[in-house]
């Protein structure tokens, strides 16, 4: 049987090493300023293990792995009905992208790219006020990974919100086709925040589990989504979780997964683990660069991919 720690401290070493690990994020002055030296991972097993390796404990701001929380939020609140205001098809467009929106009537193809993650916010406010919002957002993920110290780092939150123009388009725009209903400046509001949140890799990968756990958490029992809806939101992660990288992500991975400009991944092997992985530095299409390659090692080294035998 494959040893997974040393798996993931042969991993992280040889991250460490590598010299080529992409160009941490621009347009968000605070995440310029990250160190693109570091590297985590961490695995969660079924039955709550935590294994992991590198600066797994050092905390990131999670950006757009939060709209696999917000989507699953939504769905437990909402069911099926999520699926008026949003697509469940891959965009092939950057994920900040109005074209496609205008083209397709305000409606977003899918809920990972900012124009949908947007009008999922919306439906989670309900009438509420942004506070509220996210107040329940920083609940439900502190629920799932067992851990009240997690929070939002304010510092990013006002950053996004200053650099927010292309955000405000995109919501401007659906709301002049209806598919937006509270004020704009409300669901920015929830929505920068909920993407300014910090987590290391060890609590995002407990926050995971049970999305590999047929939507039930093994630790506590509890059933956080259905089992289809479960299935639905992995399925949704492999086809859309890494922007236009998306199909090049699961061809090399093979494992469900979200990706944010933070520099995190969270990846799924259903059934077998929840993954969480953190390098600063992205890809051309913002995705981690060293965070792909170790997810593939991975997944090779443990062969967890969802296309196996």
């Given at each position: 049987m494959t040893d997974l720690q040393q798996v993931l401290d042969e991993i992280a070493a040889e991250a460490a090493s590598d010299e080529d690990r992409g160009i941490v994020a621009q347009y968000i002055p605070e995440l310029a300023k990250v160190d693109a030296k570091q590297f985590?991972?961490?695995?969660?097993?079924?039955?709550?293990?935590?294994?992991?390796?590198?600066?797994?404990?050092?905390?990131?701001?999670?950006?757009?792995?939060?709209?696999?929380?917000?989507?699953?939020l939504a769905l437990g609140k909402l069911g099926d009905s999520v699926w008026s205001s949003v697509g469940r098809e891959p965009?092939?467009?950057?994920?900040?992208?109005?074209?496609?929106?205008?083209?397709?009537?305000?409606?977003?193809?899918?809920?990972?790219?900012?124009?949908?993650?947007?009008?999922?916010?919306?439906?989670?406010?309900?009438?509420?006020?942004?506070?509220?919002?996210?107040?329940?957002?920083?609940?439900?993920?502190?629920?799932?990974?067992?851990?009240?110290?997690?929070?939002?780092?304010?510092?990013?939150?006002?950053?996004?919100?200053?650099?927010g123009d292309r955000n405000a388009s995109l919501a401007h725009f659906m709301r002049s086709f209806g598919n937006i209903d509270h004020p704009v400046d409300h669901v920015l509001g929830v929505y920068f925040h909920q993407c300014a949140l910090v987590m290391n890799c060890r609590q995002l990968s407990r926050a995971g589990l049970f999305l590999a756990s047929q939507g039930r958490d093994p630790v506590t029992g509890a059933q956080v989504v259905s089992e289809q809806r479960a299935r639905r939101i992995n399925a949704i992660m492999l086809t859309c979780g890494h922007y236009d990288g998306s199909g090049e992500f699961a061809f090399r991975v093979g494992l469900p997964g979200k990706s944010g400009v933070g520099g995190g991944i969270l990846a799924i092997a259903p059934g077998k683990a929840s993954i969480a992985v953190w390098s600063p530095g992205l890809d051309r299409v913002g995705n981690s660069k060293l965070g792909t390659a170790a997810l593939e090692q991975l997944a090779r080294r443990m062969d967890w991919s969802v296309f196996g035998a």
């Amino acid at each position: 049987m494959t040893d997974l720690q040393q798996v993931l401290d042969e991993i992280a070493a040889e991250a460490a090493s590598d010299e080529d690990r992409g160009i941490v994020a621009q347009y968000i002055p605070e995440l310029a300023k990250v160190d693109a030296k570091q590297f985590g991972i961490a695995v969660t097993l079924p039955d709550g293990t935590i294994l992991s390796a590198g600066d797994a404990a050092t905390g990131f701001s999670i950006q757009s792995v939060s709209k696999v929380f917000t989507l699953a939020l939504a769905l437990g609140k909402l069911g099926d009905s999520v699926w008026s205001s949003v697509g469940r098809e891959p965009s092939g467009n950057p994920f900040n992208s109005i074209v496609q929106l205008e083209q397709e009537k305000g409606r977003p193809r899918n809920p990972f790219i900012n124009a949908g993650a947007i009008a999922v916010v919306d439906l989670i406010m309900a009438g509420h006020q942004p506070k509220e919002a996210i107040g329940e957002v920083i609940q439900f993920i502190r629920h799932l990974a067992d851990d009240d110290s997690i929070l939002i780092d304010e510092h990013v939150a006002r950053s996004e919100t200053a650099h927010g123009d292309r955000n405000a388009s995109l919501a401007h725009f659906m709301r002049s086709f209806g598919n937006i209903d509270h004020p704009v400046d409300h669901v920015l509001g929830v929505y920068f925040h909920q993407c300014a949140l910090v987590m290391n890799c060890r609590q995002l990968s407990r926050a995971g589990l049970f999305l590999a756990s047929q939507g039930r958490d093994p630790v506590t029992g509890a059933q956080v989504v259905s089992e289809q809806r479960a299935r639905r939101i992995n399925a949704i992660m492999l086809t859309c979780g890494h922007y236009d990288g998306s199909g090049e992500f699961a061809f090399r991975v093979g494992l469900p997964g979200k990706s944010g400009v933070g520099g995190g991944i969270l990846a799924i092997a259903p059934g077998k683990a929840s993954i969480a992985v953190w390098s600063p530095g992205l890809d051309r299409v913002g995705n981690s660069k060293l965070g792909t390659a170790a997810l593939e090692q991975l997944a090779r080294r443990m062969d967890w991919s969802v296309f196996g035998a």
